[in-house]
């Protein structure tokens, strides 16, 4: 089993999208958030790149991720900010707090890392136990327009210490009737010239049609559901280039 959002992969995250650093999710998650008066859950928080903007804004939210080693980048930011959430570790189709949330919130597609059907319906039973009555799940998914295998691309970082980082990603499997594909990373640490640390990470995603998630989502229990896409609220997808976010309430 390869590596799963490691030590090096966690520290690539956080240079790639810092906090404070946006693809129109923050400032839609804010808006769409403003009415909430109850705690919120973010499954999967990674580094806090949506966490703590909301802490900063006022809102009281835990997060949790599988990965201890993003959750120590998670930990390090609240901390430099004078922020103090609670975080644990945990996995979002097995988690359980005696918490009752207002809003489940989970940006920019990081749900489908579930990429086996039974896991991925489990969560989203897990999730509607957790959230208070007339509580919302907020989440974002994407579906493939192009998937070509063994296309390799390259990306370069600077360390705060002087060290290059960098990714070699490629999808390597495509499962059209399961509905998911496999992408493979390299991650290098390299230090004067040399090679002082790599990982190898393996990272499984799926896919859901629009109406049969949404069909997904009534058949758990969940109502008033809208759709939307590129953050724009109520805008039905036209097509597979966009962000396509679920709201939908216990």
Same mark, same amino acid.
């Given at each position: ?12 995250? *956080? ?26 859950? @973010? +499954? ?8 703590? %903007?909301?802490? @900063? ?7 949790? *991720? ?18 103090? +959430? ?11 707090? @005696? ?7 989970? %940006? ?25 009555? @007339?509580?919302?799940?907020?989440? *974002?998914?994407?579906? %493939? ?55 190898? &990470? ?15 989502? &009534? ?17 039905? +997808? ?13």
């Amino acid at each position: 089993m390869l590596g799963y959002y490691s030590r090096l992969s966690s520290e690539v995250y *956080d240079l790639d999208k810092p906090i404070g650093s946006s693809f129109g999710d923050v400032e839609y998650y804010l808006e769409r958030l403003a009415s909430c008066k109850g705690r919120i859950l @973010e +499954p999967a928080t990674g580094t806090g790149r949506l966490l703590v %903007p909301l802490l @900063e804004k006022g809102f009281q939210v835990d997060g949790f *991720d599988v990965s201890e080693e993003m959750l120590q980048v998670c930990r390090t930011n609240c901390e430099e900010r004078g922020l103090a +959430p609670k975080l644990f570790n945990a996995k979002m189709e097995s988690f359980s707090v @005696e918490e009752k949330y207002a809003a489940i919130v989970i %940006p920019t597609g990081t749900f489908l890392l579930l990429h086996e059907r039974e896991q991925s319906l489990q969560a989203l039973r897990n999730f509607y136990s957790h959230l208070e009555t @007339e509580g919302r799940l907020i989440v *974002d998914l994407h579906v %493939p327009s192009d998937i070509e295998l063994e296309k390799t691309s390259t990306r370069t970082w600077q360390a705060a210490t002087g060290d290059t980082l960098t990714v070699e990603s490629k999808k390597i499997k495509v499962d059209w009737i399961r509905q998911y594909f496999v992408s493979q990373g390299r991650y290098e640490r390299w230090q004067e010239g040399r090679l002082v640390q790599t990982e190898l &990470e393996r990272y499984p995603m799926r896919w859901y049609g629009v109406e049969e998630f949404k069909d997904i989502l &009534e058949k758990i229990g969940f109502s008033d559901i809208s759709i939307s896409t590129g953050y724009r609220f109520g805008e039905y +997808p036209k097509n597979a280039n966009s962000i396509i976010t679920f709201e939908a309430k216990k």
